[in-house]
Structures are given as C-alpha cells and as structure tokens.
C-alpha cells in the first residue's frame, strides 16, 4: 500500500464534523484512491459532493470496512463502539472523535502538534481529544515546555456547533422565534439556547463536575504526560453558532515574563496571537469560525499571583476542535508508516 492509494471511509458523514471532513480532505489534497461514505440507514441514499463528484452515502453494515484502510469516526461514542472492533478486525486504523476511547490506556490520545510521538504506539484505534482540549493545549502546551505549569482554571464559553449540525439549526430557529415574539420551543438542549446560557448539561458526577469538565481534565493530563497536573474547568453553553472561547488562567512553576509568554505563543504551531490593545480588540467566534488556528490573545499577568498568566482563546470547534485535528492524525500516519500498526503493538 503507498500512500496514494489509501482507502478512506467517513462513518458519520452527514453530520456536521463529516461535512467539514469531506472538506478538509478535498483541499488538504489527502493522499486516497477511493472515499467510502457511511452513516445510519436514515441517511442512506443521499449524495453529497467530493472533488466536484457526487458520492452516495451508504448503509454501515458488517461488510463496510473490508475494503478500507483508514476510517475517520466522527458518529457518537455508541457507534464508535459498536463497530470498532469490526474496523480493527477488517485490518483498518479508526481515526475517533467520540469519548469512547480517549482514556483507554492503550488507546494514543493525540493532538498532532504536541504529542504526535505517540501515534507510533497505536493497534487500529487512535482518538481524537476533546474540542475543548485541543483548543486548550494548543495554547498552553508550549508554554507548558517552557515552565512547567501547576495549576489551569479554565472557563468555556462553548458553540452550539459542539452539539451538532441540528444544535446550529435550533439556535437558528429559536432566535427567529424571539425575534418574533414567540417561545422558543428547545429540542437538542434541555433549555432554550437563544439569548440566553447554561452550564454545560452532561452528567453531573457525586462532586458536581459534569462530564465535559471532566474530560478536560483527564484528557489534559493524558495529552501532557502529567498525571498529577492540577486542572479545574467550568463549562458554559452560550449562544454561538460555531467556534468556542475559553478564558484561561494558568499557574506556573516559576513566574513567566509576559512579554516571553508572547514570544512563544507567536511562534506556536496552530496558534495565531490575536491582541490590539489600544481598540481592546481580542479573539473573537466570528474571527475564529472557519480557520484552522487557535486565535490567543489578552495574554496578561494575574493580579492575584506572581506566577500566573491570563489569556483568552477562540477555536473552531468543528474544525481544529475535531475535522481538522482527525485529518492532521491522519496525516501523520502517513508521514510515520504506520497508517496499520506495527506487529509489536499488538
């Protein structure tokens, strides 16, 4: 098998981070010979468009991944579940982006641009972290390599785009409603989303952390080899239709020149430092919405501790925070051989 002719399926290619995949592989120019749709039964029969073609989207069935060597899952945890041992089997490497995997130990958790070493000790499944992880680590981990970091407190301001293709269309439609006078009538959340926020409504643990917090902090530690790193996250659905925002504080081991801080941060992969003080004008949604960068900007000293930075960051959730990170896994498995695993990973 050479890298041109990779067999690459999308299960879950109607949603929302499927669309941006079928984008992302078409303009990243991604080395495949044939591209295989998949998604429920609901789905099939559709077509949608790849390199000026149409494709139709088909049925998963035990039969769909015989003649695939790549599978980029973005459909759910319980369909990522229900048919990876299926992929594993049929000899193909699932790329995730459910939480199904992420925290199993021998499952890499990778984020290409700080741990893609990684990726070399793979058996068929490597996950995609979080969004808000990634969004994350992109802006703090280099400063991490530099000073060690003790503690992050992290409030997100998240897009209902991390809730899907349907999600972006009742925010839509709510809005409409109140515009008009009307109740807006909630269906993906729990409450209406429309001018109005919530916290984060996934599962509530017995300490009071709902699950997306929760993978912050495990996820963050796992990504940086730092089992023991302090992190405690509040997470907040706002009324945005894509791209989220995370205020950040950050303590370090030794206190950190902010001027230094920038100097890092500019040069960055994935990051693009976003700050003009004298207009207050910082990373915003509407900037970040369709960009591959996180924007980081605000990079100030904290008042209230000599060794701690603030800064503020805005990231397309449905892109860097999970399409374009999947792609970029994808890639580096081509640039390392290892599209299959090597036989003493298994």
Known sequence: MSDSNLRVAILGATGAVGAELLDLLDSREFPLSHLKLLASSSSAGLSLSFKGKSLTVEAVNDKSFEDVDLVLASAGGSVSKQWAQIIVSSGATMIDNSSAFRMKPNVPLIVPEINSEDILKHQGIIANPNCTTILLGLAVYPLHRVNPIKRLVVSTYQSV???????????????????????????????????????????????????????????TRKIFKEPNLRVSATCV???????????????????????????????????????????????????????????????????????????WLCGDQIRKGAALNAVQIAELLIAKNCVKPSMDTL
Do not use: T
């Open 161 to 219: 785009s991390g809730a899907g293709a349907r999600a972006m269309e009742e925010l839509k439609l709510q809005s409409k409603a109140i515009l008009a006078g009307e109740k807006p009538k909630p269906d993906i959340f729990p409450y209406p989303v429309a001018f109005n926020l919530f916290p984060h409504n996934s599962p509530l643990n017995e300490l009071g952390y709902c699950e997306e917090e929760m993978k912050m902090l495990n996820e």
């Open 237 to 311: 659905r706002v009324p945005v239709l894509r791209a989220h925002s995370e205020s950040v504080n950050i303590e370090f081991s030794a206190p950190f020149p902010v001027e230094k801080a920038l100097e890092i941060l500019s040069k960055a992969p994935g990051v693009r430092v976003v700050q003009d003080w004298q207009n207050n004008y910082f990373p915003m949604p509407i900037d970040a919405s369709g960009q591959d960068d996180v924007l980081v900007g605000r990079i100030r000293g904290d008042l209230s501790h000599p060794q701690a930075l603030e800064l």
